[in-house]
């Protein structure tokens, strides 16, 4: 038992069945005893246990793979199997029952007598028994800060959304929305833990067409409300800091929905200082020290290599470009260009490789626009790399992660591909497998509910679907995720502030990334044409993107 030394008969068996007061309350030979049965399950069995969890010894443990956040108990009686991976402070309450592909977020109460499960029999022949049927599973995905009732029953399938309650006996077959909370059989939305979304029209052209004139015509105020006069800088948005991908957000927004450089400064200032900014020896742009002047930087900063982008296409949009060539690539040879690209981490963190490639790409880009000579070679190298080593399964670079799925993959081949295939108009390998792999990602709970978008994530998996679209490869699977991800995105804008990085929800009200900003509303704003254009509708939107987010490509090989 794990209980501290009996005063009662009961006694023995008191924090098996309430582990939350463990930790607090019981003696010295208890808590050895949990932590070497801790220690022999991450040794034994490989499982993953934060600190002060607790896991009775009357449960019943047989996970493949287990993963507990701090704070988080099992307690007696309690079923688990499958793969299980649960964020912190999460409980899993007597007898509860936890069986299959499992995500649990962070607070997650689950209560007791409860069953959550991630698998079903087929019964598709009515000539075999059904036991002897295979299994189908889908998994299931909850969300932060649930409340699971007791004797409820979760089928496969199902996600179940941020800060939502499901009441006690409740059998829920179908998705529960963010903040809501559920009951009945089949569950169904009672009331909202907060406030409920409001409606959404269907008629999507009329959407496209009021969110333009409303972006337009509130566009100088989104701008202003990111301007620092006493520094002549803008930020990202009010409160923080300048940066150099401000600058450059202001010049694609103002562009995009006005048509001009932004007015806070004479156009030719902001060429100036942008141009001025290159380090003339590494021909980069470092990130800005006390927002003033740009730090000396390389490649291997994720800043200096974004500002490649960033900068060289702001200049462009300003009728002009860097002064220097690249000279961190432009001197690389075709040897050390391979040599950099096979050290990048493509298996553990394929978004940072894909940016190192979406940067390497874009300079050698600007430096054949400039007429300044690459090193022979290197732009073949680069080209030659990418076909060869694209995994035929998934037409990508890298390998899916068991802690995000596809999304590593899948944003690092946005961005490899953006700073190439996309940029120099040279068409994508597999580009069948890459819309199979985008279309499995997009169906990810966890980056594609409402209230879990971000730009990012959105961006990464349209651009894919529209640089593949002519492919016309489940074209019409395509187009629902468009049409959802663009309904979605309408949605976000703030106005007179513009779009947050992250989408404003109920559930998300008060994070950082939610606040309205230049970043955002220059990426959504390239994310809605996108969407659009891939639903045939982009001439209701009245700009076309011509920064680092344009469609078309920048230069066309011989």
Not at 49 to 61: N, P, T, W, Y
Request: glycine letters at 10%; charged letters at 25%; hydrophobic letters at 40%.
């Amino acid at each position: 038992m794990t209980g501290v030394p009996a005063d009662g008969p009961f006694d023995r068996t008191r924090f098996d069945y309430s582990p939350w007061s463990f930790w607090d309350e019981a003696d010295e030979r208890a808590r050895r005893r949990q932590l070497d049965l801790r220690r022999h399950l991450v040794e034994h069995r490989g499982y993953e246990i934060g600190e002060r969890c607790f896991l009775s010894e009357l449960a019943s443990v047989r996970n493949e793979e287990l993963s507990l956040g701090h704070g988080s108990y099992v307690a007696a009686g309690a079923y688990l199997s499958g793969s299980l991976r649960a964020g912190r402070d999460c409980t899993i309450n007597p007898y509860a029952v936890v069986r299959g592909d499992i995500r649990l977020g962070d607070a997650v109460r689950i209560g007791a007598h409860t069953s959550i499960l991630a698998f079903n029999h087929t019964f598709d022949d009515p000539d075999t028994e059904v036991f002897r049927q295979p299994l189908r599973s889908v998994g299931i995905t909850i969300g932060d800060d649930v409340w699971i009732g007791s004797h409820v029953v979760v089928l496969d399938g199902v996600t179940v959304g941020d800060r939502s309650v499901i009441a006690a006996g409740a059998v829920v077959t179908k998705d529960v929305p963010a903040g809501a909370i559920v009951g009945g059989n089949p569950a169904k939305v009672l009331r909202w833990r907060v406030p409920a979304p409001a409606p959404r029209r269907d008629d999507l052209v009329g959407r496209l067409t009021a969110f333009a004139e409303t972006a337009r015509a509130q566009a100088e105020q989104v701008l202003e409300r990111c301007w620092k006069p006493d520094l002549g800088l803008f930020t990202d948005r009010p409160g923080t800091a300048p940066t150099v991908r401000a600058q450059c957000d202001a010049i694609e927004i103002a562009d995009l929905l006005l048509g001009r450089a932004p007015d806070q400064l004479p156009a030719q200032a902001q060429v100036d200082r942008l141009r001025g900014w290159q380090d003339p020896e590494t021909g980069l742009v470092g990130p800005l020290t006390d927002g003033v002047a740009p730090a000396r930087a390389d490649l291997s900063d994720p800043d200096a290599a974004y500002h490649v982008l960033s900068v060289g296409y702001a200049l462009d949009l300003l009728g002009s470009g860097f002064p220097e060539p690249i000279h961190a690539v432009s001197r690389m040879t075709a040897e050390e260009l391979i040599t950099d690209l096979e050290r990048q981490p493509w298996t553990t963190n394929a978004w940072s490789a894909g940016a190192r490639v979406d940067a390497l790409g874009t300079a050698l880009h600007w430096n054949r626009r400039r007429g300044a000579p690459n090193t022979p070679g290197t732009t073949e190298a680069l080209f030659g790399w990418l076909v060869t080593t694209a995994d035929p399964h998934t037409g990508m670079w890298g390998r899916p992660s068991p802690d995000d799925g596809l999304r590593q993959l899948v944003n690092g081949y946005y961005r490899a591909s953006r700073g190439t295939f996309a940029q120099f108009g040279v068409p994508v390998p597999h580009p069948e497998r890459v819309v199979d792999t985008v279309l499995r990602h997009v169906r990810d709970p966890r980056f594609f509910r409402p209230e879990r978008q971000d730009a990012c994530n959105v961006l990464d998996v349209a651009h894919p679907l529209w640089l593949t679209r002519h492919t016309g490869h489940r074209a019409d699977e395509v187009r629902e995720v468009a049409r959802r991800l663009l309904t979605d995105a309408l949605g976000h804008w703030s106005d007179g502030a513009g779009f947050g990085f992250r989408a404003p929800h109920p559930t998300t009200a008060g994070l950082p990334a939610t606040a309205p900003g230049l970043q955002g509303t220059e990426m959504w704003l390239a994310v809605g044409w996108l969407l659009a254009d891939l639903l045939g509708l982009a001439d209701a939107l009245p700009y076309r993107p011509r920064g680092v987010h344009r469609p078309e490509p920048a230069f066309s090989p011989p």
